[in-house]
């Protein structure tokens, strides 16, 4: 059964079994891990996922359509498909322990799952690894490091909760159908490199601070200049010149400020 991707749903799929072969290798697991799948459309990743051994895989799909093909492709007691926005779905519910979330993110929604992921209430979350497709341009803003022009409120959000890596860049012609822009798959593992923090806090301070990447942070962190005194640093510098860390740091400041 052939059915139409969804423009709507942000539906790209990849087929090529060579390349799939390959993501799947990426993807390095145990029997105690639970797999969950976003987005698996017409099932064509998780047909090698399936082939591996798994607690639990979870198949979250929103397209109606589709479910009835992964139900008939992948019926087995350790496969449970949902029919369901991902954005909705509960990741950190007790019995998901062990967790490692894969997907071709529709690009329409990535980010808001990303954000999502890294505003988990609870720290450390359940995923002990999350390996995810972008579009590309937003994958270089997740991995962007300071003095970087990619360099953002998106990188310092991410980065303060994740160790990111750029596993494989997936051009745009192994799409169907082939989006105007390349991908890229990104390997996501949560850290606690700094320590306890406020991650609404950090996404507060970066917004503030990238309001205007042009400007000094001395003008647009105008209400931050006690805390940036207090921490030594230079209010001359651009908000792209500051590290995650440096974010942090205010963002930790600034709560006992407040």
Request: net charge positive.
């Amino acid at each position: 059964m052939t059915i139409k991707n969804k423009k709507s749903l942000g539906q790209n799929f990849i087929f090529d079994k060579n390349f799939l072969s390959k993501i799947s290798k990426l993807i390095i697991s145990n029997v105690d891990n639970i797999i969950i799948e976003i987005g698996p459309g017409p099932g064509t990743l998780t047909k090698y996922l399936f082939e591996k051994e798994y607690k639990k895989i979870i198949l979250i799909e929103k397209d109606q359509r589709l479910i009835e093909n992964l139900n008939n492709k992948f019926y087995s007691d350790k496969v449970e498909i949902i029919n369901g926005d991902a954005l909705s779905f509960d990741f950190q519910i007790p019995s998901l322990k062990n967790l490692i979330i894969v997907g071709n993110l529709p690009f329409n929604i990535s980010v808001d799952l990303l954000y999502m992921w890294t505003k988990t209430k609870n720290w450390p979350p359940n995923q002990n690894k999350m390996i995810l497709m972008f579009q590309k341009e937003v994958a270089n803003r997740i991995i962007a490091e300071p003095d970087n022009k990619s360099y953002g409120k998106l990188s310092v959000v991410v980065q303060s909760r994740y160790n990111v890596n750029r596993l494989l860049d997936v051009p745009s012609y192994l799409f169907t159908p082939p989006p105007k822009v390349d991908g890229t798959i990104l390997e996501f593992t949560p850290h606690n490199n700094y320590g306890s923090i406020d991650i609404n806090k950090v996404d507060e301070v970066s917004k503030a601070a990238f309001s205007q990447r042009r400007k000094k942070i001395k003008n647009n962190m105008a209400g931050y200049i006690e805390i940036l005194n207090s921490l030594s640093i230079d209010q001359n510098l651009r908000p792209e010149n500051l590290s995650v860390s440096n974010y942090c740091e205010i963002a930790k400041k600034s709560k006992l400020f407040s």
